[in-house]
T-cell receptor, first 111, second 116 residues
Framework: DQQVKQNSPSLSVQEGRISILNCDYTNSMFDYFLWYKKYPAEGPTFLISISSIKDKNEDGRFTVFLNKSAKHLSLHIVPSQPGDSAVYFCAASDTGNQFYFGTGTSLTVIP | GAGVSQSPSNKVTEKGKDVELRCDPISGHTALYWYRQSLGQGLEFLIYFQGNSAPDKSGLPSDRFSAERTGGSVSTLTIQRTQQEDSAVYLC??????????????FGSGTRLTVV
């Protein structure tokens, strides 16, 4: 049973525009949320996090939004760059220890 | 080392053979995790080690899978009598427990296992 869902397997965006990646979860006990970025043949790398006490966290071009009532989070990348092309995973946890991952969204930024 | 190291990076094995996958976590990281990613799937949790506590094995898909962590450092994931459905990328990750919720895990590059 998938507790974290990324319903869009792929997304294409023009360079310079905004990329919005979405993630939904089912467990209302989840308190910590992470986004990871994965290039081919590499392990996922941590990108940005948010805890349930916040509804927004920003780091440079990356902003994560959390809507607890809707059990939804999103990652905004603006402006998008070709180097952002990768698979993005969201992950959630209720303890901060074991994280549950979504199936990933493959982002392609078109130059 | 500077990062999480996994070996081998690729493994092709015949159905029915046993395989061992190795993970060297970041020095000082107390938590170690194994995940796998099958084609078209998300990251599937397998097992979690934390210090000297009993591991959380709740994600292991069958009794053909086992893992150990020696001396609180290196971990080995063993798959016995491999089946074709075991083909996947096996990812190891480690973390400083208290920082996991802020910075997540540090993943290795994975071992791509192909069972033929």
């Amino acid at each position: 049973d998938q507790q974290v869902k990324q319903n869009s397997p792929s997304l294409s965006v023009q360079e310079g525009r905004i990329s919005i990646l979405n993630c939904d979860y089912t467990n209302s006990m989840f308190d910590y949320f992470l986004w990871y970025k994965k290039y081919p043949a590499e392990g996922p790398t941590f990108l940005i996090s948010i805890s349930s006490i916040k509804d927004k966290n920003e780091d440079g071009r990356f902003t994560v939004f959390l809507n607890k009532s809707a059990k939804h989070l999103s990652l905004h990348i603006v402006p998008s760059q070709p180097g952002d092309s990768a698979v993005y995973f969201c992950a959630a946890s209720d303890t901060g220890n074991q994280f549950y991952f979504g199936t990933g969204t493959s982002l392609t930024v078109i130059p | 080392g500077a990062g999480v190291s996994q070996s081998p990076s690729n493994k092709v094995t015949e159905k029915g053979k046993d395989v061992e996958l190795r993970c060297d976590p970041i020095s000082g990281h107390t938590a170690l995790y194994w995940y796998r990613q099958s084609l078209g799937q998300g990251l599937e949790f397998l097992i979690y080690f934390q210090g000297n506590s009993a591991p959380d094995k709740s994600g292991l898909p069958s009794d053909r899978f086992s893992a150990e962590r020696t001396g609180g450092s290196v971990s080995t994931l063993t798959i016995q009598r491999t089946q074709q459905e075991d083909s996947a990328v096996y990812l190891c990750a480690s973390s400083l427990l208290m920082l996991a919720e802020n910075y997540g895990y540090t993943f290795g590059s994975g071992t791509r296992l192909t069972v033929v």
